[in-house]
C-alpha cells in the first residue's frame, strides 16, 4: 500500500493527461489504486523522476506495466530495460538494452543531434537509424560522455517517452552514474521510472548512487509497495475462483503469500488448475486449501530465499531452519532451544533479521518473511535432519505452560504419528471451541474427518462438534461442504445425523439463501431426531418461519402446532425458547402490536448458552423487523442488546448480522459520513457471507445515487440483484428494484423504471411480509409517467389493505407518498399536499431524513402556482436537507426545480462575472465532482447536454486549481466561491 510519507513532491497542476489503466490481461491489479493514480500522474506531467521500492514479488512491475499501458493508450511510449546481478560488459547496459526496440520511432538520422551517432556500434539494430558514428575520444571518460550525450539526444528525439530500468540495486555504477545525471537535468518529454529492492542496496548506498532530489519543474513521486492486504487478497482470488473463493482458501492464500502479489498469483494457478479437474455435479464443487500443500514455491522466490540462507553463519542458517520447522513466529528462547544452540545466539538472530530472512514479529517472536519463505527453507531441510527438528521440536512445546496443543499436534503429524496425532487434534479443536475459537476449531475437526477409516465414535463425536462450530460461525463454506459429504456416512448414529442435518438446513437458509435445500434438510432432521425433541422443536420452528414468510399458512400452523406438542410433552428450556423466538418473529413481520411485550418475556439470564442463544436471535429477529417496519428506534435498542448476548455466549454470525443492521439504521438516520468505510470493514471475517455482500451493494448503490453517481449506483444494484435472485429477497428498507427504478426515473426512462417495478410487484405477490423498501411509490411514480393511472391506483389500494389494523409506520408514509401523487396526478392539490405532508410526519417521527426530504420536495411541488412562496420555502428546505446529507444529486434537482418553476431569485440583468469564484451551476457540478459523478452522471442529474458539462467541469476544476481526482478525495472543495 502507499505510504503518505514517501510521497514527495507534486506530480502535476490541475488535470491529468491520462487516466490509469486499472487492469490488464491476466491476473486483476488489487489493492494499488492510490499507487497507479500517482504514478500515472507522473507519467502525463514530464518532465518526471519516479522511484518505485519494495520486495521480490510485491508487484512493482506489474505497477509499472499498468501505468505504461495507460501512457500507450495516448500515445506515449515506453522503453523498458533490466539490470541483473551478472551482466557481460557493456557501458550503459540496462539503458542501451531499453533504446534497442526503438529503431522505427526515431526521426531520419539528419534531425537527430550528430553526437547520437556515438550509439551506433553499440547498437546495431539502431545503425540505420543513426546519423554517422563521430570520431571516439581516446580519453576514456571523455568517450563515456560522449556515449552519455548520444543516450540524452535519442531520448529527447523519442519524446514524450518513458523510460524504465528495473532492478536498479543491480546497477553498475556507470549505469547509476548515467540515470543520475538524466535525472538531475531529464529532457523535457522523459519521465525516468526506476525500480528496486532497498534491502539489496548495500546499507549507505541511494539508490542512484548518490543523495538526489528532483530539480525544480520536474514531477515524480518516492512509491514504497507494502504487501496488500488480506481484504485485496480476497478480492483477487474472488476474481479468478468466482464461487468456489471461500474464506478458507482465501486465508490460506493470504498466509502463504504474506500479501505478495507475486505469490498469491502462483498459488492461484494452482488452484485453477485444480479446480478445472473436479467433476460436475450439483452446485460448485468446493476446492480444498490442501490442494496448495502440494504446490511448488515459485523458482525465483526460492532462490532469492535460499541464498540468503546459505550467506548466514551456521548457527544463523540453523536459526532460521528451526524457525521454518516451527512454523509459526516463536519466541527467541523455544527458537533456540529447537535449533540447539545455548541462548547465545543474539548475534546470528540479528543477521538472519538483517538478511531479511527472519522478521520480528512483534511481541518478540521470529519467524520466516512468509509461508511460502517457510515452505522454501522447510523443503532444503534433509528429511533425518527435519524429523530431528520436528522431535525437538515437540519436545519443547510440550515443556511449556500452558502446552500449545494444535502446534503439538502438527509435530505429531509431520512426524507420521497419526494415533497420537488423533488424540491432541481432538483436544485441540476441544480447547479452541473451549476459548471461542470456532475457525481453529473447525480447520482440526475437517482435518480429523479427513482421514480415512475413522473410529466410528471419534467420527460422530467430530462431526457434531463441527455441526455445531458451523451453525455459530461467520466462515461456514468449507464446513458446509464437509457437513454434506459426512451427512451421508451409513455409520453414523441418528441423533448425530440429525444433528448435522440440522445445522446443515439452517446453513442453507441464513446463509447460503437456498430455502428449497434447508427445508429437505430439516425436515429430514425432525425424523432423525425422535430422541433429541429439545433440537427437532428447532427444525420444526424453522420450517414455520419459513413456511410463513412463502405465505403457505397452512403449513406454517402445522408445523408451529406440531412444535407446540412437543414442547408441552417434553418440556425443555432450548425448546421453548425456539418456539417463542419463532412466534415473536411472526407476530412481529405481520404488524402486530403484541409482538413488544412479549419481547419482554424473553429469558435474559438462563445459565444455559443455547437459551440465551435463541434470545439473541428473537431479539435480532424483532430488531430486523422493526427496521422493515419503520420502529427504527426500537430496532436500535434490540439489535445492541442481541449483540451483547452475542458476545456473551459466543454466537458471532449474529453478531455480524446485528452490526449489519446497525449500519442499515445508520443509512436509514443519515449518519452516512463513512459509512461505505464501516460497510467494508465487516468485510474480512466472513467475506462469502452472501447478506454482507447484499448490504454493501444496497448501501454503496444508495449513497451513489444520492451522489449522482448513476453508473456506479447501477453497478452496485445490479450486484445486488445477482444475489437477491439466488435467495435473498431483501424485505428491508433497501433493495435492488427500488434502487434500479430510482435511478431509472432520475435518468428521465420512466418506461425502463416500470418494467423494473413491475417485476418486482409480480415476484412479491403471495409474500406474507409488508414490504417497507420504498417499491409502492416508486411504482406508482412509474406507472403515472407511462399513463398507466389505473395499474398505479390498483397497487395502491392493495397496499391500503394489507396495512388495516397493522403497525406499519414505514408502509403507511409510502401509502401517503402513493395517494399524493395519485391526487396530484389528477390536479388535487389540496389532497395531495396533504398526504404529502403527512408522509413528512410520518418519516420525520420514524427518523429518517433523506425520506423526509423527499416527501418535502414531493409537498412543496404539489403546491399550486398561488401558493409559489411557500413552495419556494420547502423546497429550499429540502435541498438544505439533501445538502446536509450529502445528497448532491437531490439537492440539485431541488434547485432546477426551483429554476423551473421561477420560484428562485431572478438574476440581474446581463451576466455576472465571478472571477476567480464559482458560480452558482460550477458549486452544483464541484459538489457533484466531490461525490465522483462521471460527466455524463451530472448531465442527468442537471439536466444538460455532456458537452456543456465538459465546460463546466473544466472550468470549475481550472478555478478550484485541482483535479477530479484530488477533489474527490477532500470532503469539501476549498477556495469555492459563494453561489
Not at 484 to 505: C, F, K, M, Y
Not at 556 to 568: G, H, N, P, T, Y
Not at 638 to 644: D, F, I, K
Not at 705 to 710: C, P
Request: aromatic share 4%; hydrophobic share 45%; proline share 7%.
Amino acid at each position: 500500500m502507499f505510504s503518505p510519507e514517501w510521497e514527495t513532491g507534486s506530480v502535476g497542476g490541475a488535470g491529468s493527461e491520462f487516466e490509469p489503466v486499472v487492469v490488464g490481461p491476466g491476473f486483476v491489479l488489487v489493492g494499488r489504486t492510490r499507487e497507479l493514480r500517482l504514478l500515472s500522474a507522473a507519467l502525463s506531467h514530464r518532465p518526471a523522476v519516479v522511484m518505485v521500492e519494495g520486495e521480490a514479488g510485491v508487484g512493482k512491475s506489474r505497477l509499472v506495466e499498468e501505468a505504461a499501458r495507460g501512457a500507450a493508450a495516448h500515445g506515449v511510449r515506453t522503453l523498458t530495460g533490466q539490470c541483473h546481478p551478472m551482466r557481460e560488459p557493456m557501458p550503459f547496459g540496462p539503458v542501451l538494452e531499453a533504446l534497442t526496440p526503438a529503431a522505427h520511432w526515431l526521426p531520419e538520422p539528419e534531425r537527430l543531434n550528430p553526437q547520437t551517432g556515438a550509439l551506433a556500434p553499440w547498437l546495431p539494430g539502431l545503425a540505420g537509424r543513426l546519423p554517422p558514428a563521430p570520431e571516439k575520444p581516446e580519453d576514456p571518460r571523455a568517450a563515456k560522455f560522449q556515449l552519455l550525450g548520444a543516450v540524452r539526444g535519442v531520448l529527447e528525439a523519442l519524446a514524450p517517452v518513458v523510460l524504465v530500468v528495473e532492478d536498479l540495486h543491480w546497477a553498475d555504477e556507470t549505469t547509476r552514474e548515467l540515470l543520475l545525471l538524466l535525472a538531475r537535468d531529464p529532457p523535457r518529454g522523459l519521465c525516468l521510472v526506476f525500480t528496486y529492492r532497498r534491502e539489496d542496496l548495500p546499507s549507505t548506498t541511494p539508490a542512484l548512487g548518490a543523495p538526489y532530489r528532483r530539480p525544480a519543474g520536474t514531477s515524480g513521486a518516492e512509491i514504497h509497495l507494502d504487501p496488500i492486504t488480506a481484504q485485496d487478497v480476497n478480492a483477487l482470488v474472488s476474481s479468478v475462483l468466482g464461487a468456489r473463493a471461500t474464506p478458507e482458501l482465501v486465508r490460506a492464500v493470504f498466509e502463504r503469500s504474506g500479501g505478495l502479489p507475486l505469490v498469491a498469483e502462483e498459488d492461484l494457478l494452482t488452484l485453477a488448475e485444480a479446480g478445472s479437474l473436479l467433476p460436475p455435479g450439483d452446485g460448485t464443487p468446493e476446492l480444498e486449501p490442501a490442494v496448495l500443500e502440494g504446490a511448488r514455491v515459485p523458482r525465483a522466490l526460492r532462490e532469492s530465499v535460499l541464498v540468503r540462507v546459505a550467506a548466514l553463519p551456521a548457527n544463523g542458517a540453523e536459526l532460521v531452519r528451526a524457525a521454518a520447522v516451527l512454523a509459526v513466529p516463536t519466541a527467541r528462547q523455544v527458537l533456540e532451544s529447537v535449533a540447539g544452540l545455548d541462548g547465545s545466539s543474539s548475534g546470528e538472530l540479528l543477521e538472519a533479521l538483517g538478511a531479511a530472512v527472519l522478521r520480528e514479529h512483534p511481541p518478540g517472536r521470529y519467524g520466516l518473511r512468509h509461508a511460502l519463505a517457510q515452505q522454501a527453507v522447510y523443503e532444503d531441510i534433509l528429511g533425518p535432519h527435519r524429523e530431528d527438528l520436528h522431535r525437538r521440536a515437540r519436545q519443547v512445546l510440550r515443556s511449556l505452560d500452558p502446552p500449545p496443543l494444535v502446534q503439538i499436534a502438527h509435530h505429531s503429524h509431520a512426524l507420521g504419528e497419526t494415533r497420537t496425532w488423533l488424540a491432541e487434534a481432538e483436544a485441540a479443536a476441544d480447547e479452541a471451541m473451549g476459548l471461542g475459537d470456532d475457525g481453529t476449531a473447525m480447520r482440526l475437526l475437517r482435518e480429523i474427518l479427513r482421514q480415512p477409516r475413522l473410529d466410528p465414535a471419534l467420527r460422530s463425536r467430530c462431526a457434531v462438534a463441527l455441526a455445531h462450530a458451523a451453525s455459530h460461525a461467520t466462515d461456514y463454506a468449507a464446513s458446509l461442504a464437509t457437513l454434506r459429504r459426512i451427512v451421508l456416512d451409513p455409520e453414523l448414529v441418528p441423533a448425530a445425523r440429525g444433528e448435522i442435518r440440522l445445522a446443515l438446513g439452517l446453513l442453507m437458509l441464513n446463509s447460503v439463501g437456498d430455502h428449497q435445500a434447508g427445508d429437505r434438510e430439516l425436515e429430514r432432521a425432525v425424523d432423525d431426531l425422535a430422541d433429541r425433541p429439545d433440537l427437532a422443536v428447532r427444525a420444526m420452528v424453522a420450517l414455520a418461519f419459513n413456511a410463513f414468510e412463502k405465505g403457505d399458512t397452512g403449513l406454517q400452523e402445522a408445523w408451529l402446532d406440531r412444535a407446540d406438542r412437543s414442547v408441552r410433552q417434553h418440556p425443555h428450556p432450548r425448546a421453548r425458547a425456539a418456539l417463542l423466538a419463532t412466534r415473536l418473529a411472526i407476530l412481529g413481520v405481520s404488524g402486530d402490536p403484541a409482538v413488544w411485550p412479549l419481547v419482554d418475556e424473553l429469558p435474559r439470564h438462563a445459565e444455559d448458552p443455547e437459551v440465551m442463544r435463541q434470545t439473541a436471535r428473537a431479539l435480532y429477529n424483532v430488531a430486523d423487523i422493526a427496521m422493515m417496519t419503520g420502529h427504527d428506534d426500537r430496532a436500535t435498542l434490540l439489535l445492541e442488546e442481541s449483540r451483547q448476548i452475542c458476545a456473551q455466549v459466543h454466537f458471532p454470525i449474529l453478531e455480524l448480522y446485528g452490526r449489519i443492521d446497525l449500519l442499515r439504521l445508520d443509512w436509514l438516520a443519515g449518519r452516512w459520513e463513512g459509512l461505505e468505510r464501516r460497510m467494508t470493514a465487516l468485510d474480512v471475517p466472513a467475506s462469502d457471507l452472501r447478506v454482507l455482500a447484499l448490504a454493501e451493494h444496497l448501501v454503496g448503490g444508495s449513497l451513489a445515487a444520492a451522489r449522482g453517481q448513476w453508473s456506479r449506483a447501477l453497478d452496485a444494484f445490479g450486484n445486488a440483484a445477482v444475489i437477491e435472485e439466488r435467495g435473498f429477497k431483501g424485505g428491508h428498507p433497501l433493495s435492488s428494484p427500488v434502487g434500479i427504478a430510482r435511478v431509472r426515473l432520475a435518468q428521465g426512462d420512466t418506461q425502463a423504471s416500470w418494467e423494473t417495478t413491475a417485476r418486482a410487484l409480480d415476484a412479491r405477490r403471495g409474500d406474507a411480509r409488508p414490504w417497507a423498501d420504498g417499491l409502492l411509490p416508486v411504482s406508482v411514480r412509474a406507472a403515472l409517467g407511462c399513463g398507466l393511472t389505473g395499474t398505479a391506483a390498483d397497487q395502491t389500494r392493495h397496499v391500503e389493505r394489507a396495512c388495516e389494523g397493522r403497525d406499519i409506520p414505514a408502509l403507511t408514509a409510502e401509502l401517503h407518498l402513493a395517494r399524493g401523487m395519485l391526487a396530484d396526478h389528477d390536479g388535487e392539490h389540496a389532497a395531495a399536499a396533504s398526504h404529502f405532508d403527512q408522509a413528512l410526519v410520518y418519516y420525520r417521527a420514524i427518523g429518517r431524513p433523506f425520506h423526509a426530504a423527499e416527501a418535502a420536495e414531493y409537498l412543496a411541488l404539489s403546491r399550486p402556482p398561488a401558493e409559489a412562496p411557500r413552495a419556494a420555502r420547502e423546497l429550499s428546505q429540502a435541498a438544505d436537507s439533501y445538502t446536509a446529507l450529502g445528497a448532491a444529486a437531490d439537492a440539485a434537482r431541488c434547485q432546477r426545480g426551483l429554476r423551473d418553476l421561477g420560484l428562485a431569485r431572478p438574476a440581474p440583468r446581463g451576466r455576472r462575472g465571478y472571477g476567480a469564484e464559482l458560480s452558482p451551476r460550477e458549486n452544483e457540478v464541484a459538489a457533484l465532482l466531490e461525490d465522483g459523478a462521471t460527466n455524463q452522471d451530472i448531465a442527468h442529474a442537471l439536466s444538460l447536454s455532456v458537452r456543456t458539462v465538459e465546460h463546466h467541469v473544466a472550468r470549475t476544476l481550472k478555478k478550484l486549481d485541482t483535479t477530479r481526482e484530488a477533489l474527490r478525495e477532500t470532503s469539501t472543495a476549498p477556495h469555492r466561491g459563494h453561489g
